[in-house]
């Protein structure tokens, strides 16, 4: 079992930053695959950036490419989502989940391979 909570959410302008954390406890951190997702009333829960356990290989969303950053502290148990130049659509309640995996360099990409999920932080970003 690993429960995760994120922290770090908040109301910005366009253009602001913020920086998401992950707090995982459990289960040996390092074994899992993480990624961040969001989700808006009215749409489907989005993928956002994915990170193997080794924290080598990263995926993110076309929409999110160069702007956010994600990255792990294995040591620390923490996973971080820095969010640069934020632009309205992003707004949504982001959040963390966890899969396991024997693969160091495993990336999961889909929504339905994720077993564990935080309950979410919300982001607002005004124009």
């Known amino acids: 079992q690993v429960q995760l909570v994120e922290s770090g959410g908040g109301s910005v302008q366009a253009g602001g930053s913020l920086r998401l954390s992950c707090a995982a406890s459990?289960?040996?951190?390092?074994?899992?695959?993480m990624g961040w997702f969001r989700h808006t009333p009215g749409r489907e829960r989005e993928y956002v950036a994915a990170?193997?356990?080794?924290?080598?290989?990263?995926y993110y969303a076309d929409s999110v490419k160069v702007r956010f950053t994600i990255s792990r502290d294995n040591a620390k148990n923490t996973m971080i989502l820095q969010m640069n130049s934020l632009k309205p659509e992003d707004t949504a309640n982001y959040y963390c989940?966890?899969?396991?995996?024997?693969?160091?360099?495993?990336?999961?990409?889909?929504?339905?391979?994720?077993?564990?999920w935080g309950q979410g932080t919300q982001v607002t970003v005004s124009s």
């Open positions: 989940a966890a899969t396991f995996t024997p693969n160091r360099d495993h990336v999961a990409l889909e929504e339905y391979k994720y077993r564990y």
């Open positions: 990170i193997s356990w080794s924290g080598g290989n990263t």
């Open positions: 459990g289960r040996t951190f390092r074994s899992y695959a």
